[in-house]
Structure formats: C-alpha cells, structure tokens
C-alpha cells in the first residue's frame, strides 16, 4: 500500500436525489445530461415525489450507509480509513467528494459505488468520473467495481425474501406450496445500446436472482427492470408492471419483489413498487410483497467494509 502513514480515502458513491421540490428540475436536468424535462415530464416526476411525501429519503439512508462502513473500518483500522459520499447527480459531487478526501491528506482511494451490479452505462460512469479527477489530483485508485455476488448481500436479501412471502400469511404459503408463488428481482433498466458488447449487468441481476432464490428456497423466479427512462430508444425490458401483468396467464397467484439493484428506500421503491407496482399486482388479482431494503443494515457495512479493505491493498 502506498504512503502508509496517509489515510486511505474511501469514496462511497450514490445516485443522489433532489433536496426539496424546487431542486426537482435542476435535478431531471442533471440526469438528462443537461437538456431541461417538459413541462409534462416536470410535473409527472413532482407529482411522484408528492406521493412519497415531497422529498426521497435517499440522502438519509446514503449518509447513514457511509457512517456505517467508517465505523466498522475504524473498530478495524483506527484513523486509517476516510470515508465520504459522491453523488452522481446532486451535491456533493463525485468530483467535489474527491477533492475533500486530498484535503484531508488523502494520497490514495477506494472507490465504491452503493449499487452491486456493474454496467459500463451505470457503474463505468461513477468510476470514470471519480478516476479523472483523482488522476488529476495525483491520487492513486482502486474500485469496486461489482459486489453483486457477495456472500452477506446474498444472505441479507434471501433473509429478506423469506419475510416477505411470510408477510403474505396463508396466501403466500398456499401459493409457495402450489408452485404458484415467483420472486422477481429488480435492478434499474438501461438503453440497450449500453449493455451490448459483453457488458455484465444483464447477466449480474440474473446470477444474483439465481442464488437469492436459492437461499430462500425458491424455486421460481425471474428478473424485471425498473425505471426505463422516457425516450425514443428501446431499453433492458420486461418492464415490472408488463411483467406482473402476465403472472395470473402463468398461473401465478402470489408474488415476493426484491429490487437488489438498489440498496436504499428511495423513489424507485417507494413509488415505483410500493404503489404503482402493488396498484398493478391487486388488479390482476396477484397477492403482492416486496422485500425490506438494506438501508443502513450493518451487516451489509461490515461487508463492504471488508471489500474497501481487500481493494486497498491493491494500492
């Protein structure tokens, strides 16, 4: 490890969220990469952070996962790990959360980005971004680039997923036993052209959908996407609401979701499966659960722990 007696940055990486309803468009702006949302696609986005009660709490439960990976390097490694946050597209910045790190004598980074799947399109972004400004500030870099298989992130969301079909007491039980309950696992949809040539992330959400259900003991499962953005170019699909649309033609009756591409409540569990997707599911007659997010859970710190660790000695 280079100049050991210099703290090891570590950069945990976010998508970021709007702070209030007025920070909403700057922030669409942002992840249309600059070009202004219409006044319909403004209004839509309001009305669903509305729906959530005006603001996501994303921020929290990102500040709260970084506190949790410091404390558990510091039990570890006492004053050897600097931890911070970077967001993708709302401040702090990837950038900025770089420049604070050397600020406070950092010579070398960790980086990791709270999402286990890595896609060029998705997690090449948070580390590009990230490596530039380090490189130009002569700070040497490890990443994590992927963690989706991870012994305690499996263990975390299969616990998860044998709650959930609890949750749906004698229905969920009857449906299990009858080869009538599916677990669909989730992850953020992407254009397709970003995922062609070999890109991983298709094949990521799958394998960890493939070894959650076997740790939970289900035998049937399948993958949807999340959050498609709204423009002309085709993206990953089924989308989950055509999915959970088609389950009672399958013979399905009772349904578990857990969305592992993401690790944090946030608008995409909040709305987009806690009420559209359960809108959708009551009205084709599917008994509907979704899985407990991470969040802060501490376990799941002391696992990325563990990983900023193994990759800081790469440095």
């Known amino acids: 490890m280079e100049q050991a007696s210099a703290p090891v940055g570590v950069l ?56 949790g990976i410091q404390q558990q390097l510091d039990l570890r490694f006492p004053g050897r790990y600097l931890c911070t946050v970077g967001n993708k597209h709302s401040d702090p910045r990837i950038e900025s959360a770089v420049e604070i790190l050397v600020g406070q004598g950092v010579r070398s980074l960790v980086g990791l980005v709270l999402a286990p799947h890595y896609s060029r399109g998705s997690i090449g972004e948070y580390v590009s971004r990230a490596r530039a400004r380090a490189t130009d500030l002569g700070v040497s870099t490890a990443f994590v680039e992927h963690w989706h298989d991870q012994v305690v992130l499996v263990e975390l969301l299969a616990e998860r997923v044998v709650r959930a079909v609890e949750s749906l007491g004698t229905a969920g039980a009857d449906a299990q036993a009858n080869g009538e ?125 563990d990983l900023v660790v193994s990759y800081a000695e790469r440095l």
């Open 12 to 67: 945990v990486m976010a998508y970021g969220t709007p702070s209030s309803l007025e920070k909403i468009e700057a922030y669409y702006t942002d992840v249309r990469r600059g070009r202004p949302p219409t006044a319909e696609q403004l209004s839509d986005l309001t009305r669903r952070y509305e729906a959530i009660g005006g603001v996501s709490p994303l921020s929290r439960h990102t500040a709260e996962q970084v506190s």
């Open 181 to 305: 309950l599916i677990l669909l696992v989730t992850a953020h949809s992407l254009p397709v052209r970003v995922v062609t040539d070999g890109d991983p992330y298709t094949d990521q959400l799958r394998e960890s959908a493939e070894l959650v259900a076997s740790a939970a003991g289900l035998g049937r499962w399948d993958i949807g996407w999340q959050s498609a953005g709204r423009t002309s170019e085709p993206w990953l699909g089924p989308d989950i609401l055509d999915r959970l649309r088609a389950l009672p033609g399958e013979g399905v009756r009772a349904v578990v979701v857990c969305p592992a591409g993401f690790t944090s409540d946030h608008l995409e569990i909040l709305y987009d499966l806690d009420i559209e997707a359960s809108r959708v599911a009551g009205e084709v007659g599917v008994a509907f659960a979704r899985t407990e997010s991470l969040n802060a859970a501490p376990r799941m710190c002391a696992a990325l722990a």
